[in-house]
């Protein structure tokens, strides 16, 4: 059974910092596109950052976090994980990690074949 369960959420100040991870059972992480979306109250879903399989090796951030975001791929952990530096109060909201078998822009931005349930992330002093 295909699973992937996000961690690391949590109420954190605005400069602050999180490490998110995704963890996946069931298949092998390195053999996806996964993407990290969110979804603050009362906006749509956004795609947040996304990491290529292993073939294309490539990243992807939205504007509003480059600079600050960092995804990373762990294959022994065969888990994913986002680096979030310097939060600012818009960074509010669920995150979910995603896992789709192609490497695309849909893939990256839109959605995705498969979901977690999300961990909340809260950035307020």
């Known amino acids: 059974q295909l699973q992937l369960v996000e961690s690391g959420g949590g109420l954190v100040q605005p400069g602050g910092s999180l490490r998110l991870s995704c963890a996946a059972s069931g298949f092998t992480l390195d053999d996806y596109t996964i993407t990290w979306f969110r979804q603050a109250p009362g906006k749509e879903r956004e795609g947040v950052s996304c990491i290529s399989n292993s073939k294309w090796d490539s990243t992807h951030y939205a504007d509003s976090v480059k600079g600050r975001f960092t995804i990373s791929r762990d294959n022994a952990k065969n888990t994913v994980y986002l680096q979030m530096n310097s939060l600012k109060p818009e960074d509010t909201g669920v995150y979910y990690c995603?896992?789709?078998?192609?490497?695309?822009?849909?893939?990256?931005?839109?959605?995705?074949?498969?979901w977690g349930k999300g961990t909340l992330v809260t950035v307020s002093s």
């Open positions: 995603a896992a789709d078998p192609d490497y695309s822009v849909r893939a990256c931005y839109y959605e995705a074949t498969y």
